[in-house]
């Protein structure tokens, strides 16, 4: 399953964006454009349908009240709307449609305006309906979060739980307690990110090991072995041997490792882990501009080994990446701002742009250039 379309009013940056999505998606814009809020979208999604510390009420408080979340150019009619078409592979690309609509009552209490789910155009729920209007506090729940209420659509609750955002930080994985005394589950920092390796199933932990340990040695050459350990506080570590002058190499732990290895680490892991979509922000950071390069083909690679293929969309800057000549039109999304909030653009929405595609150039060359910030030429000027 993944999402194939999705429309949105009044979140964040978008006033207003209706789009189709890829399985691998590229999202490209200047900064502040709304990258990490367009990938935030589905990790509300997330929030809604977490059976422990989710909901409606609790994925809202998070992003500090639905004033905080309304978009800022929003005008007459500024109810929050998300609505996605979710393509279900497994049943013969049936389509799932979800739609949710809230804002706040005079209390500052997020409050459901309409919810709607419907199976290959059959509507399974609508409301508000008669129960909500009997008891109108039901309207601050969603049926996603309640399961004596989803049991028809819990397909769809269960791929919103399966959303995976990570953007790990090589300085929180080599030091979680630094930044977090307590454990924190599924922490997209890192925080939790070699526990949950070391907690793998052991076959299909070294499995991925040795498929990552091939990688790393092409961008760390004298990497020979990698495996987890734990030390004698039972703390895991990845743990490894690296070739050089002496004899029998030497064992170097997370905490001696580059931020680069750091980093490519962790996105090879994301890749293997878990089965829904998969958010990954900036992704080049760290990394040698020959190994960024050829991320796309590694996604992909990767992806076609899966016996589940997942969705990842990844937001980046990087002119290295978006030269691989595989990165289609229907694979980008440009957001561009503007005064009325900002837009969501696809090449195949341009025939200049896909013109310019079909004649041989890369997005690199076509859509990056229109993602720079307007006058960024002067922007050494600004200091005299």
């Known amino acids: 399953m993944y999402v194939q379309r999705l429309r949105v009013e009044n979140w964040k940056n978008f006033q207003k964006g209706d789009v189709r999505l890829s399985r691998r998606l590229f999202l490209i814009g200047p900064n502040a454009s709304g990258k990490s809020n367009f990938l935030d979208i589905f990790r509300f999604l997330r929030d809604l349908s977490l059976p422990r510390g989710g909901g409606l009420r609790q994925a809202v408080e998070v992003r500090r009240g639905v004033s905080a979340i309304r978009c800022l150019t929003a005008r007459r009619y500024s109810d929050v709307l998300i609505e996605v078409e979710l393509n279900d592979e497994a049943t013969k690309e049936s389509v799932w449609l979800y739609r949710l609509r809230f804002n706040q009552d005079n209390l500052q209490r997020p409050l459901i305006k309409e919810e709607r789910v419907a199976y290959n155009g059959k509507e399974l729920l609508s409301r508000p309906d008669a129960d909500d209007k009997t008891d109108p506090l039901r309207l601050t729940q969603t049926s996603l979060e309640q399961i004596n209420a989803n049991k028809a ?70 990497l020979k072995e990698l495996n987890m350990m734990r030390d004698s506080l039972g703390v895991p570590h990845l743990v490894g041997l690296f070739e050089h002058w002496r004899p029998k190499g030497g064992k170097q732990n997370e905490a001696q490792f580059s931020d680069g290895t750091l980093r490519l680490f962790g996105l090879l892991w994301s890749l293997f882990e878990g089965d829904g979509p998969l958010l ?85 060359d076509v859509v990056l250039p229109k993602s720079a910030p307007v006058d960024v030429h002067q922007l050494e000027l600004s200091f005299n």
């Open 153 to 222: 659509f819990r397909a769809i609750a269960t791929f919103f739980q399966s959303v995976n955002y990570q953007h790990l930080l090589p300085q929180v994985i080599r030091d979680p307690q630094g930044f977090s005394p307590g454990q924190i589950d599924n922490d997209p920092f890192g925080r939790d990110f070699l526990q949950r390796v070391e907690n793998t199933l052991p076959k299909t932990r070294d499995s991925r090991l040795r498929k990552i340990q091939a990688a790393l040695k092409v961008a760390a050459p004298q």
């Open 280 to 364: 990954m922000e900036e992704p080049e950071l760290s990394l040698h501009q020959e190994v960024v390069r050829r991320l796309p083909q590694l996604i992909e690679r990767i992806n076609r080994q899966r016996k589940v293929k997942r969705q990842v969309m990844i937001s980046t800057h990087s002119e290295e990446m978006l030269r691989d000549e595989g990165i289609g039109a229907e694979e980008v999304l440009r957001l561009e701002p503007s005064p009325e909030g900002t837009i969501l653009k696809s090449p195949l929405d341009s025939p200049e742009e896909l013109e310019q595609l079909n004649s041989g150039l890369t997005i690199a």
